[in-house]
Protein backbone atom coordinates (compact mmCIF):
# COMPACT_ATOMS: atom_id res chain seq x y z
CA UNK A 1 0.00 0.00 0.00
CA UNK A 2 0.78 3.53 -0.78
CA UNK A 3 -0.05 6.26 1.53
CA UNK A 4 -0.22 10.22 -0.08
CA UNK A 5 -1.10 13.05 1.80
CA UNK A 6 -1.70 16.80 0.37
CA UNK A 7 -0.82 19.89 1.48
CA UNK A 8 -0.63 23.31 0.31
CA UNK A 9 -3.72 24.42 -0.48
CA UNK A 10 -5.29 27.99 0.14
CA UNK A 11 -7.03 30.82 -0.60
CA UNK A 12 -5.62 33.13 -3.40
CA UNK A 13 -6.19 35.75 -5.52
CA UNK A 14 -6.23 35.24 -8.87
CA UNK A 15 -2.84 35.97 -10.75
CA UNK A 16 -1.09 34.20 -7.58
CA UNK A 17 0.71 31.33 -6.82
CA UNK A 18 0.39 28.28 -4.67
CA UNK A 19 2.64 25.31 -4.24
CA UNK A 20 1.10 21.80 -3.52
CA UNK A 21 3.12 18.72 -2.26
CA UNK A 22 2.44 15.13 -1.91
CA UNK A 23 4.34 13.27 0.11
CA UNK A 24 3.59 9.63 0.00
CA UNK A 25 4.60 6.98 2.34
CA UNK A 26 4.53 2.66 2.44
CA UNK A 27 5.79 1.00 -0.57
CA UNK A 28 6.86 4.23 -2.60
CA UNK A 29 8.79 1.60 -4.25
CA UNK A 30 6.47 0.29 -6.28
CA UNK A 31 5.06 3.76 -7.72
CA UNK A 32 6.04 3.96 -11.24
CA UNK A 33 3.93 7.42 -11.92
CA UNK A 34 2.46 10.20 -9.65
CA UNK A 35 -0.01 12.73 -11.07
CA UNK A 36 -2.03 15.56 -9.83
CA UNK A 37 -6.22 15.96 -10.50
CA UNK A 38 -8.61 18.06 -9.39
CA UNK A 39 -12.10 18.06 -8.85
CA UNK A 40 -14.82 21.52 -8.70
CA UNK A 41 -17.89 21.51 -7.65
CA UNK A 42 -20.41 19.97 -9.88
CA UNK A 43 -17.77 18.91 -12.32
CA UNK A 44 -16.25 15.56 -13.15
CA UNK A 45 -12.44 15.11 -12.07
CA UNK A 46 -9.71 16.22 -14.92
CA UNK A 47 -6.36 15.41 -15.22
CA UNK A 48 -3.96 18.11 -13.95
CA UNK A 49 -0.26 16.78 -14.72
CA UNK A 50 1.94 13.99 -13.65
CA UNK A 51 5.21 13.09 -13.84
CA UNK A 52 7.57 9.38 -13.83
CA UNK A 53 8.88 8.55 -10.71
CA UNK A 54 12.12 7.48 -11.69
CA UNK A 55 12.41 10.28 -15.03
CA UNK A 56 12.38 13.88 -15.80
CA UNK A 57 9.03 12.91 -18.32
CA UNK A 58 5.76 14.87 -17.78
CA UNK A 59 2.58 15.49 -18.93
CA UNK A 60 -0.07 18.57 -18.62
CA UNK A 61 -3.56 19.53 -19.41
CA UNK A 62 -3.66 21.72 -21.88
CA UNK A 63 -5.44 24.23 -19.62
CA UNK A 64 -2.31 24.67 -16.70
CA UNK A 65 0.07 24.26 -19.84
CA UNK A 66 2.81 27.21 -18.97
CA UNK A 67 1.51 27.82 -15.78
CA UNK A 68 1.72 24.71 -13.49
CA UNK A 69 4.74 22.73 -13.13
CA UNK A 70 5.27 19.05 -11.21
CA UNK A 71 8.37 18.26 -9.75
CA UNK A 72 8.92 15.78 -7.71
CA UNK A 73 11.86 15.08 -4.36
CA UNK A 74 12.18 11.31 -4.97
CA UNK A 75 14.89 11.61 -1.43
CA UNK A 76 11.96 12.91 0.37
CA UNK A 77 9.18 10.84 -1.99
CA UNK A 78 7.24 14.12 -2.54
CA UNK A 79 6.01 15.84 -5.33
CA UNK A 80 4.95 19.38 -6.17
CA UNK A 81 2.56 21.24 -8.14
CA UNK A 82 3.87 25.24 -8.55
CA UNK A 83 0.80 26.86 -9.72
CA UNK A 84 1.46 30.20 -10.98
CA UNK A 85 -0.83 32.77 -12.82
CA UNK A 86 -4.01 31.15 -10.82
CA UNK A 87 -7.20 31.91 -12.54
CA UNK A 88 -11.06 31.71 -10.52
CA UNK A 89 -11.41 28.64 -12.28
CA UNK A 90 -8.22 26.53 -10.85
CA UNK A 91 -10.47 26.64 -8.34
CA UNK A 92 -10.90 22.91 -7.48
CA UNK A 93 -10.48 19.97 -4.80
CA UNK A 94 -6.56 19.26 -5.80
CA UNK A 95 -5.97 15.62 -5.36
CA UNK A 96 -2.68 13.41 -6.30
CA UNK A 97 -2.41 10.06 -7.20
CA UNK A 98 -0.28 7.08 -7.44
CA UNK A 99 0.18 4.47 -10.18
CA UNK A 100 2.33 1.28 -9.93
CA UNK A 101 2.61 0.61 -13.94
CA UNK A 102 2.12 1.89 -17.11
CA UNK A 103 -1.33 1.98 -17.66
CA UNK A 104 -3.73 4.73 -16.98
CA UNK A 105 -5.12 3.65 -14.16
CA UNK A 106 -3.78 5.19 -10.83
CA UNK A 107 -3.67 2.97 -7.87
CA UNK A 108 -3.87 5.30 -4.60
CA UNK A 109 -5.45 8.40 -3.94
CA UNK A 110 -5.00 11.28 -1.27
CA UNK A 111 -7.64 13.07 -0.02
CA UNK A 112 -6.93 16.35 -1.60
CA UNK A 113 -6.12 19.82 -0.58
CA UNK A 114 -8.41 22.35 -1.58
CA UNK A 115 -7.36 25.54 -3.45
CA UNK A 116 -9.61 28.69 -3.87
CA UNK A 117 -8.59 31.73 -6.17
CA UNK A 118 -11.00 34.73 -5.92
CA UNK A 119 -11.11 38.02 -7.94
Known amino acids: QVQLVESGGGLVQAGGSLRLSCAAS????????MGWFRQAPGKEREFVAA????????WYADSVKGRFTISKDNAKNTVYLHMNSLKLEDTALYCC????????????WGQGTQVTVSS
Open 51 to 58: NIWSSSTT
Open 97 to 108: AAARGKSAQYDY
Open 26 to 33: GRTANIYR
